[in-house]
């Protein structure tokens, strides 16, 4: 079956909305589901879809009806600013919709990436150069940093300066290196 | 390097019979999911940021050292184009969907493809003959590493390679080997394998994607974990039990021949004969077939049909290619006949040529 909106990709989710006049369904695609307000996530499809994998876990309940129910109250999380997505969006499509994401659900993700990733949680493979050379700078920029309010405490204020100069300077290279992440202030 | 070549050239890189283990392991393939800082994932961003993810790619690899990449946007080919490029496995039937904005970059040897704005900005992907992970990977990794100096990658430092998918998230890699393993499912000892690879955090399917049902024998073996361990580790782990299935497959094959021989060679040479001769050949029959024949030949019943020719009947015979070929849309029993037609031209000029062979 095509999605009921676009009618161009096939229809994975489900969208009901109940009201007054009784309940509507829809058919959706993925993309058209994540630009609606509201879905559900059709539980007769790909029985070991992610979807499925994460609402089950994150959801509530076993069951589908109560787990259907239990939905309806659920919060709807923190709202991602670079995408509209919301964390309980984000459970019932299984996908994030943009790098920003990751920041917006920080906090939550450990426990959704724990059931995915066999219990890991943190990345421990491939880091771009790019960002090996940042990471290090930023570290080098946090321990200058720690000398100079050692320097201050210690009335050696020539020597914090100095130090606080270094630190500029190093602010300046993350800046040249575009690290776009607005993380570079150490102020 | 013109798009003909590409779908009408008669063997595909990983289709070649050679690597470590071909017998068993038909190709091995690697994917790295990348994704670009400031656009939002192929299912949230809108057509212009589409757009420029697809021009900042292009033009990285375009301009790259590596010549000979064909750029192909998905929405300019014909739909039979798109589908020859699915069936080749150079890019995904989700790319396809002209609404996406996909495109792909293909090396001129197809053992490199690039798809751009499949459900990542991103994803390189590595296909090798035979059993190569560490090959496939070091390549996968090396145009990775030319890419990441010329675009920003959304990476983070807890969480890896930013994707789409929660399930990728971490290296971002997918490795996975194509596996030929007719002993085993003949045996039945498959069904009890494939819930305890399941346990050991890899994934088992049948060779075009989802579902259990496997034809032609044929199984991806596949990592399900991308976060928590180091690329290398994820392909050790691969690669052992790989070769689990490889020695447990060998095994098998033994005891089949042991036991009952002509039992054996009678099935696999009454396939043989089947795509020798036959008029109607739907794609299920022709893919047991091929599976029989390949068998006979890694056991050496079958002796003078080319391994590599039924690699590339494999993938001849599916609707794409056989529509490509006969240069015209096929309804279904046409196709079967068309089938039948190429697999008879095909087995039968081998042996021709190699008569030739032996009179010069």
Redesign the interface.
Same mark, same amino acid.
């Given at each position: 079956m095509n999605c009921d909106n676009c009618n161009e990709r096939p229809a994975s989710v489900i969208f009901t909305q109940e009201s007054v006049n009784g309940t509507t369904e829809r058919h959706l695609c993925e993309k058209c589901a994540f630009q609606s307000q509201m879905f559900h996530f059709d539980p007769n499809q790909e029985p070991l879809s992610i979807q499925q994998f994460l609402s089950h876990w994150f959801g509530g309940s076993e069951s589908v009806q109560p787990f259907q129910q239990s939905r309806e109250s659920m919060p709807e999380g923190p709202t991602c600013p670079e995408c509209d997505l919301t964390f309980r969006k984000f459970l019932d499509i299984g996908k994030f919709g943009c790098p920003t994401c990751y920041d917006t659900f920080r906090e939550r993700l450990p426990r959704v990436f724990g059931k995915l990733h066999n219990g890991h949680t943190k990345h421990a493979g491939k880091i771009p150069v790019s960002f090996n050379k940042m990471f290090s700078v930023k570290k080098k920029i946090e321990e200058i940093r720690l000398k100079m309010q050692e320097a201050i405490q210690e009335e050696r204020f020539e020597d914090a300066a100095a130090l606080r100069d270094e630190v500029n300077e190093l602010k300046l290279h993350l800046v040249k290196e575009g690290n776009g992440g607005g993380e570079g202030n150490v102020d | 390097m013109s798009i003909d070549k590409f779908m009408r050239g008669a063997v595909t890189g990983w289709m070649a019979s050679h690597g470590e283990h071909s017998d068993i392991v038909m190709s091995t393939r690697i994917r790295l999911a990348r994704?670009l /800082?400031?656009? /939002?994932?192929p299912?949230?961003?809108t057509a212009e940021e589409a757009r420029q993810v697809d021009e900042q790619a292009a033009t990285a690899l375009l301009n790259s050292d590596e010549k000979g990449y064909a750029y192909m946007k998905m929405s300019e080919l014909p739909s039979l184009d798109r589908q020859v490029l699915v069936e080749k496995h150079l890019v995904s039937p989700q790319l396809t969907?002209p609404?996406r904005h996909g495109a792909v970059l293909l090396s001129e040897d197809e053992t490199l493809s690039i798809m751009v704005n499949e459900?990542d900005h991103i994803r390189i992907q590595c296909i090798y003959p035979g059993f190569q992970l560490e090959n496939a990977y070091e390549h996968a990794?090396s145009v990775?590493?030319y890419l990441? @100096?010329k675009l920003?990658?959304?990476?983070?430092?807890?969480?890896?390679?930013?994707?789409?998918?929660?399930?990728n998230?971490?290296?971002g890699?997918r490795a996975s080997v194509m596996m030929h393993l007719p002993a085993l499912t003949i045996t039945k000892q498959i069904e009890r394998i494939i819930p305890a690879i399941t346990r050991l955090?890899m994934v088992v399917r049948g060779s075009y994607g989802?579902g259990s049902e496997a034809p032609g024998n044929i199984y991806q073996v596949s990592n399900?974990?991308?976060?928590? @361990?180091?690329?290398k580790e994820?392909l050790a782990d691969l690669k052992n039990i790989a070769l689990r299935l490889i020695a447990h497959e060998r095994r098998s094959r033994e005891i089949l021949l042991s036991k009952s021989q002509v039992a054996l060679s009678n099935k696999l040479f009454r396939s043989l004969g089947i795509i020798s001769f036959a008029r109607l050949l739907p794609s299920g029959e022709a893919a047991r077939c091929l599976s029989d024949v390949r068998l006979g030949i890694d056991l050496g019943i079958i002796k003078d049909v080319d391994m590599s020719i039924l690699n590339e009947l494999m993938i001849f015979m599916q609707p794409g290619f056989l529509q490509q070929y006969a240069g015209s849309e096929l309804t279904a029993e046409e196709r079967d006949i068309f089938r039948a037609n190429l697999f008879r031209e095909r087995l039968k000029i081998e042996t021709q040529s190699e008569d030739n062979n032996k009179e010069n």
């Open positions: - | 994704n /800082r400031g656009f /939002r994932f299912i949230a961003f969907d609404k459900e990794d990775d590493d990441e @100096k920003p990658y959304a990476f983070d430092e807890d969480f890896g390679y930013l994707t789409s998918c929660p399930s998230t971490g290296t890699m955090g989802e399900q974990t991308t976060l928590g @361990k180091p690329e994820i």
